[in-house]
């Protein structure tokens, strides 16, 4: 079949279309892009592939691309600090191991258990907090400026800010 032709039952007379996109055959939708990575590199782990696949509200759903997008600028400040040395390189990856670990903790959002909301808003307050304390330091670390700093002061605030809203509260705490 493809991406542009439809399939009709001609005993049901009812239309089916794939659900890929019809310019490159990729899923429609950002969070299936996503879930079939992931569902791909974790097989063995089937109930963080169900995390990922869960139907979770709008304003979990704004929490987890904003953690994602905390842990994917950590992993591009890390990527520009390899060529000035493995020095930078570990100075970048150590001080946004935090936001590497809110990224990582978006994934079980589908979860819906107290203890990752819990987590979450832990690992983004010490990312909030070590960017604090980096700039007040004396010495900043090797490949990790001040304008770094506070990007991911913002970044790990508003995730952080949107973990705490009511609705996204709500959810998690249901049992």
Known sequence: MTAYSAVADPVASDVTADSADTGNGAPTTFSDR???V???VLRDRPEIGDALRAAVPVQVREARYAAWAT???AFCHFLL???DGLNSAVGSGAHFFA???TGAMAVLFGIRSRWVWIG?????SLQTFLGVFTLFSTEMPTG??????LAGIMAAGIVLALLLRRDCYAWFARP
């Open 34 to 36: 996503f879930a079939t």
């Open 38 to 40: 992931f569902s791909r």
């Open 71 to 73: 842990a994917g600028f």
């Open 81 to 83: 600090a390899l060529p």
């Open 99 to 101: 936001a590497w670990l």
């Open 120 to 124: 979450s808003l832990a690992v983004a």
């Open 144 to 149: 990790v400026g001040p304008f770094i700093v």
